[in-house]
């Protein structure tokens, strides 16, 4: 039970990767505040699985694109908890089309949700983590280092991401705040599957990463929920900064197969 009565905030929590973690960290006796944009009843359902593993928790709904909306949502943290000592980042949205089809608005969200919304929310978790050994972690993605098609403006924006992270741990390191970040490989969500487009290309792709990844499988959300947990803990405290991959191994091996 590392991280009773501690206090964890993550955004986009409601389902894949981010649900994974609010319930990883409440098995391990976290109070949650479960983020999410439209849909409340996923959002509640996490609050209630969370309840069922003995812990509290509380929904809250918050567009990390606008600004009044992500202070609010710290504001309401506070009212109800009093404090925070983990905020996960791992929102994200964006259109997913080649750059040079990509329209003003789209650069406009993709960046707001991604970096805005992220820098606004560090600056209001951070009064919340005076003298509590604060931990940010940020969950970015393979295609920040890798090109996938149609993956040019939430590459950037992950990339931004990254670097961002590296900066805020120099910046928030004399406050007791430890902040690094995850970037994921090939992980088996309901989002993947939507991005590829179809069931079949979904499939395709795993049947193509797969033999390329040395773990011999698609990644699962609980594969990130664990190494967030690690960044989260004590014994994660001299690394950071870091950007951790957590991809079976798959970039390493697609970097050595296109170098062969």
């Not at 983020?35 to 996490?46: D, F, K, Q």
């Not at 003298?131 to 590459?155: E, F, M, N, W, Y």
């Not at 120099?170 to 179809?198: C, F, R, W």
């Amino acid at each position: 039970m590392r991280f009773t009565d501690k206090v964890a905030l993550i955004t986009g929590s409601s389902r894949g990767i981010g649900r994974a973690i609010a319930l990883r960290l409440a098995t391990e006796g976290a109070r949650i505040v479960v983020n999410y944009r439209r849909n409340g009843e996923e959002a509640e359902a996490v609050v209630a699985e969370v309840e069922r593993l003995g812990s509290g928790a509380l929904a809250v709904q918050a567009d990390m694109s606008n600004g009044d909306e992500v202070r609010a949502m710290f504001q309401h943290t506070k009212d109800h908890f009093g404090y925070l000592d983990i905020l996960v980042a791992n929102a994200a949205a964006t259109s997913f089309r080649p750059l040079l089809r990509q329209g003003e608005h789209n650069v406009t969200r993709t960046f707001d949700l991604v970096i805005k919304g992220f820098l606004v929310a560090v600056q209001a978790a951070v009064p919340l983590m005076q003298g509590r050994q604060g931990k940010i972690v940020t969950i970015s993605g393979i295609d920040s280092l890798r090109a996938l098609s149609g993956h040019g403006l939430l590459g950037a924006a992950k990339a931004a991401l990254e670097n961002m992270t590296m900066y805020l741990a120099h910046e928030l390191g004399p406050q007791g705040i430890v902040v690094n970040s995850i970037n994921p490989g090939l992980i088996g969500t309901d989002s993947s599957k939507m991005y590829a487009g179809s069931e079949e290309a979904y499939a395709q792709y795993v049947r193509d990463v797969v033999p390329q990844t040395p773990a011999g499988r698609v990644g699962r959300p609980e594969d990130i929920a664990a190494v967030t947990a690690f960044l989260c803990s004590e014994d994660a405290d001299f690394i950071r900064g870091q950007t951790l991959l957590v991809d079976g191994g798959l970039l390493s091996s697609s970097v050595a197969s296109r170098a062969h």
